[in-house]
């Protein structure tokens, strides 16, 4: 099941970020030193008493030239189409304003559970002011203070107690694919082009309290896939369809659901900014990747295209030296029938398990042929290397000083292990503790 959303809402100048920081800041969180791997403060993942959410904060979500009321307006929607809990800001200082009262009135229409958080109530004297709130129609205002996170423990508690309960569903077998990228790469026209193949469509499942369709459908051996469908979600005549933050936004979402994210690329447009963005995230995620390059039946190629947009991308996207690259058209179906296959091998490497004993013939092996480094006279010593989980597949090595682990070591030690083992299209994580 995907994590629940929760989207604080608020005119600007409330403290939505600062509230937001807050909440995300509370996570502990794996921060990669590799290029290209950037976050966006629109969306993150967030923890509390165990329990997993994902904020979006809409303040970050803007709209263009709007005027100001069309941008809370459309911010709001968004809110309300995305999350299912909603944290409505407020300020103590200014009281109640009129464009409170139109998010208010947004806000009406949805039938999620709303908070009322009055913010800036940054001492006890000040908490008489929130009673003003109550106007609003949302039930008790709840007194914090993004800065000081005063009150903030007692807010998150009521937003996890309002989560939908996921009610008991049958686990899902099927292997779980999506196609990302920026708008117009084609990614409907895959989706379609894919479905068009003489596949059994098994059945349109409404997607969990998103409009996203996840498609069911078979290949000829019997596997079972689930396409679970970022395109296709236009809404006509919305404003924020045009932003790039609401589409990355779309995207985060359908990562968070899937076990393999194809990262659609066209071949006309080449390589974007957003492109490496986007990529970064599926990434960062630690799912299964595969770089799809749609359209290639529009270029005038020579024998040595393939090759030359293949350097590009490797050159373009280092952090994703693991991730495998097929040339695909939707208009001409060339290569399609590939992709399914592609998919099922990397959802396998995905979920691949080894065992001790030969992981650490691995390591031993990797050290005699490339002796550990040595810092100030000590040597850095490796004990012994255990899988820890899966999906993506995550290795913890014991060592006598973490410190002494040159990150240039860790990489050589990965490269070994996926030279050992087939781990193409998944990130390998490791995990380096010192011995106790």
Request: aromatic share 8%; glycine share 6%.
């Amino acid at each position: 099941m995907a994590n629940p959303v929760v989207a604080i809402v608020g005119r600007p100048n409330v403290g939505k970020s600062t509230i937001f920081n807050r909440v995300a800041g509370e996570r502990i969180s794996i921060v990669e030193d590799t290029p290209g791997v950037t976050r966006d403060r629109i969306y993150t993942h967030c923890e509390w008493l165990g329990k997993k959410f994902n904020m979006i904060d809409t303040g970050g979500i803007d709209i263009g030239d709007e005027p100001f009321i069309t941008q809370i307006t459309e911010q709001a929607e968004i809110a309300i189409d995305e999350a299912d809990v909603i944290i409505f800001v407020v300020s103590a200082r200014e009281g109640v304003t009129d464009a409170d009262e139109k998010v208010a009135k947004i806000l009406y229409k949805t039938d999620k559970p709303v908070f009322l958080a009055v913010n800036k109530v940054d001492n006890p004297e000040m908490r008489n002011e929130i009673y003003d709130f109550y106007s609003l129609g949302f039930g008790d205002p709840m007194p914090i203070s993004g800065v000081h996170g005063i009150g903030i423990g007692d807010l998150l508690d009521k937003v996890i107690n309002a989560f939908p309960e996921n009610a008991d569903q049958e686990e899902d077998q099927s292997i779980k694919f999506s196609f990302i990228g920026r708008p117009n790469v084609g990614k409907s026209s895959l989706v379609n082009a894919m479905l068009g193949e003489n596949r059994v469509i098994v059945s349109n499942i409404e997607g969990t309290t998103r409009d996203a369709i996840d498609t069911k459908f078979q290949t000829e051996d019997g596997t079972e896939y689930t396409m679970i469908d970022t395109a296709g979600i236009r809404k006509k005549g919305k404003v924020y369809e045009n932003t790039e933050k609401y589409s990355v936004l779309r995207a985060m979402q359908a990562i968070d659901r899937s076990d393999v994210v194809c990262v659609v690329l066209n071949a006309e447009e080449g390589i974007r900014e957003q492109d490496k963005h986007v990529a970064g995230y599926a990434h960062e995620a630690g799912r299964g990747v595969i770089i799809v390059v749609n359209k290639w039946d529009t270029l005038r190629k020579n024998s040595h295209s393939m090759a030359d947009f293949e350097k590009a991308i490797r050159q373009e996207f280092q952090y994703l030296s693991y991730a495998p690259i097929v040339f695909v058209s939707a208009k001409t179906h060339q290569r399609l029938n590939t992709l399914p296959a592609l998919i099922k091998k990397v959802n396998t490497n995905h979920e691949r398990r080894i065992t001790s004993s030969v992981l650490n013939e691995v390591i031993l092996d990797a050290i005699a042929q490339n002796p550990t480094p040595t810092d100030n006279g000590k040597r850095l010593r490796i004990y012994y290397a255990t899988q820890v989980s899966v999906k993506p597949p995550t290795f913890v090595v014991f060592v006598n000083d973490p410190d002494l682990m040159h990150f240039s070591y860790e990489r050589f030690l990965e490269n070994q292990i996926r030279a050992s083992f087939d781990f193409t299209g998944t990130p390998v994580h490791l995990i380096i503790r010192r011995r106790k």
